[in-house]
């Protein structure tokens, strides 16, 4: 069995290649989210703090839910640099879980954490593997294969699928994945965005649930369907024109250097 480490900024960052790890545990792999800070900026009403322990919570939530481990490195939300203390942090967290597989924000996002996340998992690609750097964690004897997470920024240069899946049998259980996340889903990401008029969001947890289905939580795994339906085809034959949700890979060139046997090894579906 191999193990799969995302790598992501803030909890629910992780969660954007939810449907591809769902698989993946459903076949017995062993899957980890580790995000790079604690969440504490997250709300505009909770604070410091408070707003970290329940995003703890919330995760907890998300692992319960999945049988995905879940690890926060303690770096305050929205402050993240890729200094020396934080890629210490990162070298021993990947060596800890030692995975096969890492998967992160490319280094091109709009949120600095998100770029500074990138960043550390490339510095830390290649050091994970060198022994007197960070001496009291083990070192790993390879580097991972290093993968990017979809996004839809364009400069300097727009994500390029090498790998594109359907995740229609895990949509719904992505999205459940998200639900946990009432701090985010249904307080935070509506104020930010401005959409928390009264009444927007609706207070029943199923009838949330569906009104999540609205958001671009849920839309954006169709309409990736609908950008990447040639490679869809080309993967799945005839029944890639019927794919409803997909997520997509880029591999990173900072990492194990798979070929297309170990690529269907890693990803059998």
């Not at 939580?217 to 949700?245: C, M, N, P």
Request: net charge negative; with cysteine.
């Amino acid at each position: 069995m191999a193990r799969y480490m995302v790598i992501g900024a803030h909890p629910d960052d992780c969660e954007s290649v939810g449907g591809i790890m769902l698989k993946l545990v459903d076949l017995g792999h062993s899957v980890h989210f580790l995000t790079a800070t604690n969440g504490c900026s997250g709300h505009h009403i909770q604070m410091g703090g408070a707003i970290a322990a329940r995003r703890r919570q919330e995760a907890d939530r998300v692992s319960a839910l999945t049988g995905v481990e879940y690890e926060m490195l303690d770096f305050d939300d929205g402050s993240l640099t890729a200094g020396l203390p934080e890629r210490r942090a990162m070298i021993a967290a990947i060596r800890r879980f030692s995975p096969d597989v890492i998967i992160t924000h490319r280094p091109s996002d709009y949120h600095p954490d998100h770029r500074n996340t990138s960043v550390l998992v490339q510095d830390s690609a290649f050091l994970v593997q060198v022994p007197n750097v960070c001496p009291l964690t083990p070192a790993m004897r390879s580097m991972p294969a290093v993968f990017y997470m979809q996004d839809d920024f364009q400069k300097p240069y727009p994500f390029e699928p090498d790998l594109v899946f359907s995740i229609d049998q895990t949509m719904e259980r992505k999205l459940r994945m998200y639900h946990q996340y009432t701090s985010q889903m249904y307080e935070w990401l509506p104020w930010v965005g401005q959409t928390l008029g009264e009444g927007a969001v609706p207070e029943g947890d199923e009838e949330r649930f569906e009104w999540l289905k609205g958001t671009r939580h849920f839309l954006i795994s169709q309409e990736t369907a609908d950008r990447y339906r040639a490679q869809l085809v080309e993967k799945y034959g005839e029944a890639g024109r019927q794919v409803q949700f997909c997520e997509a890979l880029e591999i990173c060139e900072y990492g194990e250097k798979p070929d297309a046997a170990r690529l269907r090894e890693l990803f059998p579906f």
